[in-house]
Each structure stands twice: as C-alpha cells, then as structure tokens.
Nanobody
C-alpha cells in the first residue's frame, strides 16, 4: 500500500516556475515508477512525466519536454516536478501516481497502470 500527497501548486504568471512535490508513505516506494499526470477542465487526464524506481530513467510528454524536470529522492520518499517557463496551457490539476508493478524496466504512460494516486494540486498559469 502506498499513500501519496502532492504539494507546491499555485497561481503564477506565464514564464514563471513552480516545483511540485509528491511525498509517499509506504515501504515499497523505492521500488516503483512514479508518474506525474495532469487534468485540465473539460480534458482527459494526460501523462506529463515519469521517473523509474531508481531515478535512472525518465520520460516526458512532448508538450513539457525541455521545460519540466522530474526527479526523486528515495531517502525522502519523494518525487519532484520542476516546472519552468510555464504556459497558460499548463493550467491543470497535477497528480502523482505510483506504478502498480515494482521494478518495471520501462516508464508506462498509461494511467491505468498506476495503482496509487494522490489527491492532486492545482496549478494555474495566467497569461
């Protein structure tokens, strides 16, 4: 069982930066991929970024590549999403999620493969 909680969202202007944090409670956190997803009003949830269990592999959606950076600190049971050069289209509720399988070799973008989800944190970017 893994419980996740996000923090760090807020209201910023276009071009600003934010750092989201995802803190996990659970013994198995260090063995599983963690992904960040987002959902804007009226849109489907989409994959943003993922980091594998040891931090050695990352993946990004094309829309955030080069602007967002995902990282993790297993000693702190935490995953971070550094978001730079934010755009109004980045406005959404951001969720972190934990893969249903341990030690997966690849990062999966399918939300159905993530078993545990946080409550989400709102990011609003004004133009």
């Amino acid at each position: 069982q893994v419980q996740l909680g996000e923090s760090g969202g807020g209201l910023v202007q276009a071009g600003d930066s934010l750092r989201l944090s995802c803190r996990a409670d659970g013994r198995t956190f260090g063995s599983i991929t963690v992904g960040w997803f987002r959902q804007a009003p009226g849109k489907e949830r989409e994959f943003v970024a993922g980091v594998n269990w040891n931090g050695g592999n990352t993946d990004y959606a094309g829309s955030v590549y080069g602007r967002f950076t995902i990282s993790r600190d297993n000693d702190k049971n935490s995953v971070y999403l550094q978001m730079n050069r934010l755009k109004p289209e980045d406005t959404a509720v951001y969720y972190c999620a934990a893969d249903r399988r341990a030690y997966r070799a690849v990062i999966i973008r399918d939300a159905n493969e993530y078993r545990y989800w946080g409550q989400g944190t709102q990011v609003t970017v004004s133009s």
